[in-house]
């Protein structure tokens, strides 16, 4: 079983920056694709950024393409999340996912992922 917490997350000024992290604890989470989703007020819960077992590839949804940064620390066996030039739109509960699937692909599907955290508030004001 693996259990996600992140962290990191609050409110800043639009423009500004923020770096969640997600620490995974129970087993290693070396060898799952991870990703990072996002939920705000009274919508559904949608894909952020995704990242491949070993690192080696990302994807992102389009709204983020060229801000935010997925990345991950193996020997910490956590995943981040940096955000840059935010917006108001970008105001939700970020939330880590790792797939549970050895070596296999990343995904920008919610049902791809097996193990979810709590999540991290990030509120952006105008």
């Known amino acids: 079983q693996v259990q996600l917490v992140e962290s990191g997350g609050g409110l800043v000024q639009a423009g500004g920056s923020l770096r969640l992290s997600c620490e995974a604890s129970?087993?290693?989470?070396?060898?799952?694709?991870m990703a990072w989703f996002r939920q705000a007020p009274g919508k559904e819960r949608e894909f952020v950024a995704a990242?491949?077992?070993?690192?080696?590839?990302?994807v992102y949804t389009d709204a983020v393409k060229g801000r935010f940064i997925i990345s991950r620390d193996d020997a910490k066996n956590t995943v981040y999340l940096q955000l840059n030039r935010l917006v108001p739109e970008d105001t939700a509960v970020y939330l880590c996912?790792?797939?549970?699937?050895?070596?296999?692909?990343?995904?920008?599907?919610?049902?791809?992922?097996?193990?979810w955290g709590q999540g991290t508030q990030v509120t952006v004001s105008s």
């Open positions: 996912a790792a797939s549970g699937k050895f070596w296999g692909p990343m995904s920008k599907g919610i049902h791809d992922y097996t193990f």
């Open positions: 129970g087993r290693s989470v070396r060898d799952f694709p």
């Open positions: 990242i491949t077992w070993d690192g080696s590839s990302t």
